[in-house]
């Protein structure tokens, strides 16, 4: 079965660091991409970017370039986001999710329970 | 970047009847990589359609999907209790992959 497991709730101050984990199980973690998506409180979803943990190659969406890190490790099959210094505006809601077939273009067919992040001060 | 404008914006319905929910993108969305998600209220999206037409698996038959170029739309032929939810489409033929802002399907 496949899973996406992310790490739990964080509460967090402002300008403080911040990594946020999804670890992958039950398919072949090196050959699928893996995408994060953020919904802020009573919002949509937005696309941040996505990570071929195979090779680490990372696509990031304008919007998030430069303001997160999205990294893998695929010796423990997870993938991670990242923030150096952290802003109220973060406050939201953070989902991993999968490429359906394992393509550079696909939509994504399985999802992280989500891990809310809470800046403040 | 292509934009996605979803309508409407909410849907107020019956159970039993039909809905119809459009999403037109800003440029042609190429080979037709457009999908269409449903979430529920303190639930991760679950993905109803792909390739603007293919049903993930699971999913009901009364959910399909159509469409090309620009214009697509979900349909629900026969709305279920459990089918009240957001809708969002997606293309992810390029980088970014943006998402609509989302159709709320509402009880009448």
């Known amino acids: 079965e496949v899973q996406l497991v992310q790490s739990g709730a964080e509460v967090k101050k402002p300008g403080e660091s911040l990594k946020i984990s999804c670890k992958g199980s039950g398919y072949s973690f090196t050959t699928y991409w893996i995408g994060w998506v953020r919904q802020l409180p009573g919002k949509g979803l937005e696309w941040m970017g996505i990570?071929?943990?195979?090779?680490?190659?990372?696509r990031y969406s304008p919007s998030f370039q430069g303001q997160v890190t999205i990294s893998a490790d695929k010796s423990i099959s997870t993938a991670y986001l990242q923030w150096s210094s952290l802003k109220a505006s973060d406050t939201a809601m953070y989902y991993c999710?999968?490429?359906?077939?394992?393509?550079?273009?696909?939509?994504?067919?399985?999802w992280g329970q989500g891990t809310v992040v809470t800046v403040s001060s | 970047e292509i934009v996605l404008a979803q309508s409407p914006g909410t849907l107020s319905l019956s159970p039993g009847e039909r809905a119809t929910l459009s999403c037109r993108a800003s440029?042609?969305?190429?080979?037709?990589?457009l999908a269409w998600y449903q979430q529920k209220p303190g639930q991760a999206p679950r993905l109803l359609i792909y390739g603007a037409s293919s049903r993930a698996t699971g999913i009901p038959d009364r959910f399909s999907g159509s469409g090309s170029g620009t214009d697509f739309t979900l349909t629900i032929s026969r709305l279920e209790p459990e089918d009240f939810a957001v809708y969002y489409c997606?293309?992810?033929?390029?980088?970014?992959?943006?998402f609509g802002q989302g159709t709320k399907v509402e009880v009448k």
């Open positions: 997606q293309h992810y033929g390029i980088s970014p992959g943006t």
């Open positions: 440029q042609s969305v190429s080979s037709s990589y």
């Open positions: 990570i071929y943990p195979g090779d680490s190659d990372t």
């Open positions: 999710a999968r490429h359906r077939g394992g393509t550079y273009r696909g939509a994504f067919d399985y």
